[in-house]
């Protein structure tokens, strides 16, 4: 087949009507027509020339041109797409290097082959357009809800037809219970929209807690007007979730818009999620107060938040416990979710005992250490005293508030206590030398003997061994591994060694060794200071 002025006009209407079909710029089908003509065209005149079509878009007339580009001699390797300074002095009038000269050479005759060959050119550009398309389309769509139509199941996997495109709900972004059949509507959460080789993967949710947030912002006109705000949803998927929000006007109570009237909000969201119960909780940017709040309907006796480590400490009465946890342990796993923090839960009684033991240990210490009777022993635990430490450099005035000590009895205490300790630090030491620490390590500052003694038993020993340990194999720390908070424990962690104090160390250690530069360590630390307060300030103009 030769392009001849009777199939000329045929091209562009072909490309316009593919264009139409495919919903694509007809110019990148005309492309398309263009570079597999050019490809027949190589294998009539040979693939090493550089043959060139163009097809006017007007008229549809294809030229076919051959293009020569001027190379330094030593570099000339193509004879037939290169040509010399020299040569093409008989074709260009003072030609430079990377000039080009082209000529017109006659339109080719398409044989079959060519002809099918140029055919699967101008599909594969079609379908690659066609792919551009649904992407640029797509990716600005992640995080927003589509509704789309049933095609077919595939594995578990349902294929939805979203108008321009296909997408997939993986079988375990369903709804437990949910079943589908081609043809059905359902309505769901972009999750992620990714470019990949066989085409725009488009990945949908129904399981997603912010599936369950953008439903509220369909429902609730507050939030959708940023007058309501979620911060924060916990899902069990087609069983039980809860979803807390605040308000930033306080003549609208959040939990009341959420409701709506005779609850008619939230309930078309739960009919959505196939009866999903959802409690709504008002947020608290005091944390234990918002667990309160989250752990609802179950009653709270008390808190006790330990930040380092994101635990929390729920008492609750013995009658409410089951309530607390909930079947299967959802509510307090929701409740967990929602705060970010792990929880552990115990009954009045529970903590009662847990208390108990833990007077009578330090009642038995102070017994056998400062060889006390047990009532006084008991005294002093009663009034807030956990170690010997505390009674050895506490300030006297903290002991004679005690019933029955005078000036005399508590400075009798302290001297046993300081005893005591210093006994335990030469024991300590001695025991740390016999390790094998070294005099670096035992003379460092901010060490106790009895840390000394922990690193050597780890293998420690010296300044060197102490500077290239991290600060969280000092301190401790947590790790999250499969989705699960592992803890982390730290060599000095029982001597209550926190972060920052561990890193000091270990900076310093870094920098007596030469390892650090102190200047260029003091010029981060302020570009730190400078970073944090600029962040602080712009929060707290934000806050205005």
């Known amino acids: ?67 020569r580009t001027v190379v330094e001699e030593e570099e000339l390797e193509n004879y037939q797409a290169e040509m010399t300074v020299e040569t093409a002095k008989q074709y260009l009038e003072n030609p430079q290097i990377g000039d080009t000269y082209v000529e017109e050479v006659p339109p080719v005759e398409l044989g079959r082959i060519a002809a099918q060959s140029a055919k699967q050119v101008i599909l594969q550009k079609v379908r690659e357009a066609e792919r551009d398309r649904q992407y640029e389309e797509f990716k600005d769509r992640a995080g927003t809800i589509i509704n789309g139509t049933v095609k077919r ?19 375990n972004e369903k709804i437990g219970r949910e079943a589908y059949r081609p043809g059905d509507r359902i309505r769901c959460y972009i999750k992620d929209v990714r470019r990949e080789a066989r085409g725009p993967q488009i990945f949908l949710s129904r399981t997603a807690p912010e599936f369950m947030a953008e439903l509220f912002k369909m429902e609730v006109p507050e939030i959708y007007d940023g007058i309501i705000e979620i911060k924060a949803v916990a899902r069990d998927p087609g069983s039980r979730a809860k979803i807390g929000v605040i308000s930033y006007d306080g003549s609208i109570d959040p939990v009341g ?30 944390m234990p107060t918002f667990l309160v709040n989250a752990l609802q309907p179950a009653e709270v006796a008390k808190v ?7 635990r929390i400490e729920v008492v609750v009465p013995d009658e409410q416990l089951s309530l607390a946890i909930g079947r299967r342990g959802q509510n307090v796993r929701l409740a967990s979710q929602l705060t970010g923090l792990d929880i552990d839960i115990m009954t009045e009684e529970e903590e009662s005992a ?5 007077f009578e240990e330090r009642t038995q210490l102070f017994m056998a250490a400062l060889d006390l ?15 010997l430490e505390e ?55 901010g060490l106790s003997p009895q840390m000394v003694e922990a690193l050597a038993e780890d293998g420690v020993k010296t300044l060197e061994d102490f500077a290239t340990c ?40 870094r920098v007596m060794l030469g390892w650090v530069d102190p200047d260029e360590l003091a010029a981060e630390q302020a570009a730190a200071e400078a970073e944090a307060a600029a962040a602080d300030g712009a929060d707290a103009e934000a806050e205005a």
């Not at 847990?354 to 833990?358: A, S, V, Y």
């Open 153 to 171: 199941e595939e594995y578990g996997n349902v294929i939805v037809d979203v108008g321009r495109g296909e997408a997939i709900l993986r079988r």
């Open 354 to 358: 847990r208390r108990q033991k833990e």
């Open 257 to 286: 818009a959420c409701v709506g009237m005779r609850g008619s909000r939230v309930q078309a969201v739960v009919n959505e999620l196939q009866g999903e119960k959802i409690d709504i909780i008002p947020w608290n940017e005091d």
């Open 1 to 67: 087949m030769a392009i001849t002025s009777a199939n000329q006009l045929e091209l562009l209407q072909t490309a316009e009507a593919v264009a139409r079909e495919k919903m694509i710029d007809p110019s990148l089908v005309v492309e398309a027509m263009e570079e597999s003509l050019a490809r027949a065209a190589k294998s009539r005149y040979g693939a090493e020339m550089d043959i060139r079509v163009s097809i006017d878009r007007k008229t549809g007339r294809a030229t076919f041109t051959r293009v």
């Open 470 to 509: 991290a600060d969280w194999e000092l301190a401790g720390g947590w790790t999250s591994v499969d989705g699960q908070r592992v803890k982390d424990d730290g060599l000095l962690e029982k001597f209550d060694v926190s972060l920052d104090e561990a890193q000091n160390m270990v900076m310093t250690a």
């Open 373 to 387: 009777d047990e009532f006084f022993a008991q005294l002093l635990v009663s009034e807030g005293f956990s170690n």
């Open 391 to 445: 009674v050895a450099y506490v300030e006297v005035d903290e002991l004679l508030v005690i019933d029955g000590v005078d000036e005399d009895t508590a400075n009798e205490l302290q001297a046993r206590a300081r005893d005591v300790l210093e006994e335990q630090a030469q024991r300590a030491l001695a025991r740390a030398r016999e390790l094998g620490a070294q005099d670096d390590l035992i003379g460092f500052d």
């Open 304 to 310: 006790v938040l330990d930040e380092d480590a994101e």
